[in-house]
């Protein structure tokens, strides 16, 4: 379940890039090509789907590792004791809400 769903967030994550830069470079203004030479736009293009296809595998597999790892742990507290699920679920709004700010800054 995890390989599969890791292979297709990668594929539909590099698909959807790939149409998105490729739609936003065709409707672009003439100006930006008789400002910007083809192969730097070339250059910057093969640079993100590379970035795309090399990093988001990595990261990828790891959050779904965590996702999978969290979820089991809930399931194994619940099954142990009803009220820790109490806690846990403040510690992860708590969590929600750190992770905003950090993300913001």
Same mark, same amino acid.
């Given at each position: 379940?995890?390989?599969?769903?890791w292979?297709?967030?990668c594929?539909?994550? %590099?698909v959807n890039?790939? +149409?998105?830069?490729?739609s936003r470079?065709?409707?672009?203004?003439i100006?930006?090509? +008789?400002?910007n030479?083809i192969?730097?736009m070339? +250059?910057?293009?093969?640079? #993100?789907?590379?970035?795309v296809?090399?990093m988001?595998?990595?990261?990828?597999? #790891?959050f779904?590792? %965590?996702?999978f790892e969290?979820?089991?742990?809930i399931i194994?507290?619940?099954t142990? +004791?009803?009220?820790?699920?109490?806690?846990?679920?403040f510690?992860?709004?708590?969590m929600?809400?750190v992770r905003?700010?950090?993300m913001?800054s």
């Amino acid at each position: 379940m995890r390989s599969t769903t890791w292979f297709m967030m990668c594929m539909r994550a %590099s698909v959807n890039l790939h +149409n998105s830069i490729f739609s936003r470079l065709l409707r672009a203004p003439i100006a930006v090509f +008789n400002n910007n030479p083809i192969g730097q736009m070339l +250059n910057r293009f093969s640079k #993100d789907m590379g970035i795309v296809d090399e990093m988001l595998p990595t990261t990828g597999y #790891d959050f779904n590792f %965590s996702l999978f790892e969290t979820i089991g742990i809930i399931i194994t507290v619940a099954t142990v +004791n009803v009220y820790l699920i109490i806690p846990g679920i403040f510690l992860i709004i708590l969590m929600v809400i750190v992770r905003g700010i950090y993300m913001k800054s």
